[in-house]
C-alpha cells in the first residue's frame, strides 16, 4: 500500500473511531484514535525518509516556522484543549462541548494545523510527494470533520447543535478570531 493510501485509510480508522463512540461496539474499540494517529504518523515517515528533494524554495526557514506551528495549534486542539480522557479514552458518556478558545474559531481547528503542518512541511522539505499527500488528507480530514459533524457530534456531545449555530464549521472571520483570543486557554468542558 501506498503511504498515501496508508493516510487516507487512517482518516476511515478515525472514522470508525467515532462510529464506536456512537454505537458503543466494544471498549477496545476506542483505541481506534491511537491506531488511526499513528497510522497517520507511519505514513509521514515513510514518505519524508523514502523522497529526495524535488524542489528547494528560498523561504524554508519560514517554512519550517509555518509548519511547526501548525503542529503545535494541530496538538494544542486536539490533546489540550480537549478534555482528554473524556473524548479519546472514557468515551460511553455524552461529553460537554468545548466553545471557548480555539473552538471559539471553528468547529474543527485541528483541520487548520494539519493543513498548515503537513503543507509547509512539504514545501521546506522539497517533497513532492508529502505535498499531494498534504492536500489528499487534508481533503480526507475535511471529509473526516464533516462527517463527525452531521453524524456523530450531534448525537454524542451535548449541546452540539446550538455550538453548531453560533461557531463556523472550518472558516472563520473577525468576530470568531476576538472570541478566541479572549478565551484562549480558558477551555471548558
Same mark, same amino acid.
Given at each position: 500500500?501506498? #503511504?498515501?493510501?496508508?493516510?487516507?485509510?487512517?482518516?476511515?480508522? +478515525?472514522?470508525?473511531?467515532?462510529?464506536?463512540?456512537?454505537?458503543?461496539?466494544?471498549?477496545?474499540?476506542?483505541?481506534?484514535?491511537?491506531? =488511526? !494517529?499513528?497510522?497517520?504518523?507511519?505514513?509521514?515517515?515513510?514518505?519524508?525518509?523514502?523522497?529526495? #528533494?524535488?524542489?528547494?524554495?528560498?523561504? /524554508?526557514?519560514?517554512? $519550517?516556522?509555518?509548519?511547526?506551528?501548525?503542529?503545535? &495549534?494541530?496538538?494544542?486542539?486536539?490533546?489540550?484543549? %480537549?478534555?482528554?480522557e473524556?473524548?479519546?479514552?472514557?468515551? *460511553?458518556?455524552?461529553? /460537554?462541548?468545548?466553545?471557548?478558545?480555539?473552538?471559539?474559531?471553528?468547529?474543527? #481547528?485541528?483541520v $487548520? =494545523?494539519?493543513?498548515?503542518?503537513?503543507?509547509? =512541511?512539504? %514545501?521546506?522539505?522539497?517533497n513532492?510527494?508529502?505535498? !499531494?499527500?498534504?492536500?489528499? $488528507?487534508?481533503?480526507?480530514?475535511? +471529509?473526516?470533520?464533516?462527517? /463527525?459533524?452531521?453524524?456523530?457530534?450531534v448525537?454524542? +456531545? /451535548?449541546?452540539?447543535?446550538?455550538?453548531? &449555530?453560533?461557531?463556523?464549521?472550518?472558516?472563520?472571520g473577525? *468576530? &470568531?478570531? *476576538?472570541?478566541?483570543?479572549?478565551? +484562549?486557554?480558558? &477551555? *471548558?468542558?
Amino acid at each position: 500500500m501506498s #503511504p498515501i493510501l496508508l493516510g487516507v485509510f487512517a482518516f476511515f480508522i +478515525l472514522t470508525m473511531f467515532d462510529f464506536n463512540k456512537l454505537k458503543m461496539l466494544h471498549p477496545l474499540l476506542n483505541g481506534l484514535f491511537a491506531v =488511526g !494517529v499513528i497510522t497517520l504518523i507511519v505514513a509521514t515517515a515513510l514518505i519524508v525518509t523514502d523522497k529526495k #528533494p524535488l524542489f528547494t524554495f528560498n523561504a /524554508q526557514p519560514l517554512f $519550517w516556522i509555518i509548519s511547526i506551528l501548525g503542529l503545535i &495549534e494541530m496538538i494544542y486542539a486536539l490533546f489540550f484543549a %480537549l478534555p482528554f480522557e473524556k473524548t479519546y479514552v472514557k468515551t *460511553k458518556e455524552a461529553s /460537554q462541548i468545548v466553545t471557548s478558545g480555539l473552538y471559539a474559531l471553528c468547529r474543527h #481547528p485541528g483541520v $487548520w =494545523g494539519f493543513f498548515l503542518a503537513t503543507l509547509f =512541511g512539504a %514545501l521546506a522539505l522539497g517533497n513532492g510527494t508529502l505535498l !499531494v499527500a498534504a492536500l489528499v $488528507w487534508t481533503l480526507m480530514d475535511i +471529509l473526516h470533520v464533516y462527517i /463527525q459533524d452531521k453524524v456523530f457530534f450531534v448525537k454524542t +456531545l /451535548q449541546g452540539y447543535t446550538r455550538y453548531k &449555530e453560533t461557531t463556523p464549521f472550518l472558516f472563520f472571520g473577525t *468576530k &470568531e478570531l *476576538k472570541r478566541t483570543f479572549s478565551t +484562549l486557554g480558558k &477551555e *471548558k468542558t
